[in-house]
């Protein structure tokens, strides 16, 4: 589970794997609970700091899913209405959580 942002300050770092089997590390900024789904807001993570300064990261909105067995997955969203309408609810959320 998600730890609240105001609780710890250490990053909550998933690692993820795209559909060619590269595996890429991701801070999670925020978690939101949308009716019955669950969306993730994360941004890819560096080691090195001059790294992530270099980088131009963009928000990536992904959607918690589980299988047959209850086990969670974070999966891209299709549906381009539904991502933007999540995607700007993150946006919102995370703007007013860093500008005050």
């Known amino acids: 589970m998600p730890k609240n942002f105001d609780n710890d300050m250490a990053a ?9 089997g590269v595996e890429q ?6 978690v939101m ?3 019955d789904d669950r969306y993730y807001a ?3 993570y560096y080691d090195d700091p001059t790294k992530e300064l270099e980088a131009d990261s963009e928000l990536v909105v992904l959607k918690s899913e ?4 209850g086990d969670e997955s974070l999966v891209s969203i ?6 933007e309408r999540i995607g700007n ?11 005050g």
């Open 12 to 20: 909550d770092l998933y690692t993820l794997v795209d559909e060619d």
């Open 25 to 30: 590390q991701f801070e999670m900024l925020d």
């Open 33 to 35: 609970d949308v009716g």
């Open 42 to 44: 994360l941004v890819p």
């Open 66 to 69: 589980y299988d047959k067995n």
């Open 78 to 83: 299709d549906d381009d209405a539904e991502y």
């Open 89 to 99: 609810m993150f946006l919102d959320r995370l703007n007013q959580l860093y500008d």
